[in-house]
């Protein structure tokens, strides 16, 4: 059916690791390749999976402490780009932008580094932008590009791993991009109202 879509490269961008081995293992199994950053990769390399540095797409490394990793034309036209839209086909191919069809993205803890009383700057430093910018992306595209957006997703991704393999519909990819709106409301939401108490 035409609203079936391939999985081939996956951006994994996550905060916690717990649960992921599982996800990794089903997708690395069926050829899927995968594109991390940091932490994360080094977490994927030490499961004996090949990972791509994002650094390696973009040829920026990650700067300002961490501040600026994932957010680069080429990792974003990797998700935002159509792929049945002859212009961004063409600008893909000209900027060697890489076609992404997965994100998987747990964010930066927010809620719980304010609640354990921490100091406001590091309370700012949990403040994710890299993380929730990819959610939306891959929400926004989800015509081509399954996201899941928390751990809270990794069943359901499990799931159409065992039931499917490495391919998402339609209907999947909009009811995940429903999740992950749902997940960056609340996030917006909590930062809001912190700021709102001081």
Do not use: W
């Not at 999985?7 to 293992?25: F, M, N, P, Q, R």
């Not at 309370?123 to 595209?141: H, P, Q, T, V």
């Not at 990819?173 to 709102?196: M, N, T």
């Amino acid at each position: 059916m035409a609203d079936i879509k391939k999985i081939k490269t996956a951006l994994i961008s996550v905060y916690h690791k717990d649960g992921l081995d599982e996800l990794l293992e089903k997708l690395n199994a069926e050829g899927v390749k995968f594109l991390s950053t940091g932490g994360t990769q080094a977490f994927i390399e030490s499961l004996g999976y090949e990972c791509q540095k994002v650094e390696e797409v973009t040829t920026y490394p990650s700067i300002l402490g961490g501040r600026v990793k994932t957010l680069h034309p080429k990792i974003f036209g990797g998700i935002l780009g159509r792929r049945e839209n002859e212009g961004d086909r063409q600008q893909m191919a000209q900027y060697e932008i890489p076609e992404i069809d997965l994100v998987i993205v747990d964010l930066y803890p927010f809620e719980e580094t304010v609640a354990s009383g921490a100091e406001e700057s590091e309370i700012i430093e949990k403040i994710d932008i890299g993380g929730i910018s990819l959610i939306r992306a891959a929400a926004k595209n989800f015509n081509d590009v399954l996201i899941i957006p928390s751990q809270k997703e990794y069943p359901i991704m499990l799931n159409i791993l065992n039931t499917d393999g490495a391919q998402s519909t339609f209907q999947q990819r909009r009811q995940l991009a429903y999740h992950a709106f749902k997940v960056s409301s609340h996030y917006d939401a909590a930062i809001c109202e912190y700021f709102r108490i001081k």
